[in-house]
């Protein structure tokens, strides 16, 4: 097997992060599939790079030698991929799911000044199905825990920007608006708006309202997105699930205690960003994220006061 710009990805990732888990994460990858590729380089570079201790991996002295070695060689091609797409491309396609807000749009175009970035939102599968056609350079999707990694097989690869808790969306006047936290349980014999069984947060909710005690709760009426939900949570004077950033301004968000979850992931093509720009682009979004989140009562707060439930946002300020 010959030495490739893949491989000297690998193990620049694995040196960096400290562990192959870390690695495995940061690479989109399985950890199993990760430490096969990290034997078959090792087999063709005629020893172990890494010895595994219990806080990760450190160096052999071949390591030693061969990592900076390969980060350079990683560094230089990402110089190359990085001038090509500046002369090549003059156009950055970026897809979000649900709705993409405008300020969004401004973000990315400010960390990626020599090019135009163009925005479309569009539903999870359709834009990992765009990303792998090369159709989109790069996208958030949106879904259940460990399920929103389905379908990034190579070229594909992506990134945990954040996990975003379910939460209880009610007018201002609701009964429950004035709660700090609701149980499960609160949840049974409210008026209710859900979603339609085509939509990404359909599976989500109906895990939660699987939990909920009682008949079938009452039902005015399928929507196909947060905000829609939201304008029937605001008019008829109903309840809905949805994350804290679906929510508006018209409506009070309340937490739900040991409630379900979504995951927000970067995708991207392995082969088409250059490690420092999807790396850049990572940061951009979760920085994007944080300011985002601090606009939304109530949410901010909880982030500050839960770090370990957002740990790939921090760090964060004192509570």
Known sequence: MNVELRHARVVTAIDRA???????????????????????????????????TRSGVTPTP??????P?????????????????????????????EWTPPSLRAVLQEALPVVEVRTETLAPAAAVAAARAGALD????????????????PP??????????????????????????VDVRDLTGLR????????????????????????????LHHVDGHHEAMNWVRDAD?????????????????????????????????DALAESMRRGLLETVRRYYRDYARTIPRYWPWIVDHPEEFA????????
């Open 156 to 181: 594909l690869a992506g990134a945990v920007v954040v996990r975003e808790p379910v939460w209880l969306a009610v007018p201002p006047g609701h009964p429950l608006a004035g709660r700090s936290v």
């Open 312 to 319: 790939e946002l921090g760090p964060f300020p004192a509570p």
């Open 238 to 270: 109903a309840a809905a699930l949805t994350t804290p950033t679906g929510a508006t301004k018209e409506v009070t968000l309340v937490p739900i205690r040991d409630t379900e979850r979504t995951e927000l992931l970067l995708v991207w093509r392995g």
């Open 62 to 67: 071949l390591g030693e030698r061969l990592t």
């Open 138 to 153: 790069a996208a958030l999707v949106t879904g259940r825990p460990g399920t929103a990694t389905t379908g990034l097989e």
């Open 69 to 97: 070695m390969l980060a350079d060689l990683v560094r230089q091609a990402d110089l190359v991929i990085a001038e090509a797409t500046a002369y090549t491309s003059d156009v950055f396609r970026f897809g979000n799911t």
């Open 192 to 219: 209710w708006i859900r979603y339609a069984r085509e939509h990404w947060f359909h599976p989500i909710e109906k895990q939660l309202f699987a939990r909920v005690a009682g008949t079938d709760p009452e039902v």
């Open 18 to 52: 400290g562990s192959i888990s870390k690695a495995a994460a940061e690479l989109g990858l399985p950890q199993s599939s990760l430490t096969a590729q990290l034997r078959r380089i090792e087999k063709a570079l005629g020893g172990e790079l890494f010895v595994r």
